[in-house]
């Protein structure tokens, strides 16, 4: 099973950019399909964007289309989040996932039996 970690979460102002990155230490990793999810206080977990195992499919919630890019190296057994002009409402800890099944990883609802979840980022955006 892959053990997952995010970093890269911080206090930032409307406008700025922050990358996520979500590292993982197993050499199984380039096999997983990956994912972020996000949770706002008092709020529900939401996708974010999700990358296949080999980095030639993606898919954003439309909330983030254009403003944040998701994209791997699976040599580094990472995956990033690049967020540009955050908003106030991108305010959230920040998961990342994996999965083997891609239709696991984009399920909505949020697939309850994802391999393996890390243990969050939080990103504060302040207007």
């Known amino acids: 099973q892959v053990h997952l970690v995010e970093s890269g979460g911080g206090a930032v102002q409307s406008g700025d950019s922050l990358r996520l990155t979500c590292s993982a230490t197993?050499?199984?990793?380039?096999?997983?399909?990956v994912a972020w999810f996000r949770q706002a206080p008092g709020q529900e977990r939401e996708f974010v964007a999700a990358i296949d195992w080999n980095g030639y499919g993606t898919k954003y919630t439309d909330s983030v289309q254009g403003r944040f890019t998701i994209f791997r190296n699976n040599y580094a057994k990472s995956v990033y989040l690049q967020m540009n002009s955050l908003r106030p409402e991108d305010t959230a800890v920040y998961y990342c996932?994996?999965?083997?099944?891609?239709?696991?990883?984009?399920?909505?609802?949020?697939?309850?039996?994802?391999?393996?979840w890390g243990q969050g980022t939080l990103v504060t955006v302040s207007s």
């Open positions: 996932a994996a999965d083997m099944n891609w239709g696991r990883i984009v399920a909505d609802p949020i697939f309850n039996g994802l391999e393996a």
């Open positions: 197993s050499s199984l990793f380039s096999d997983y399909n």
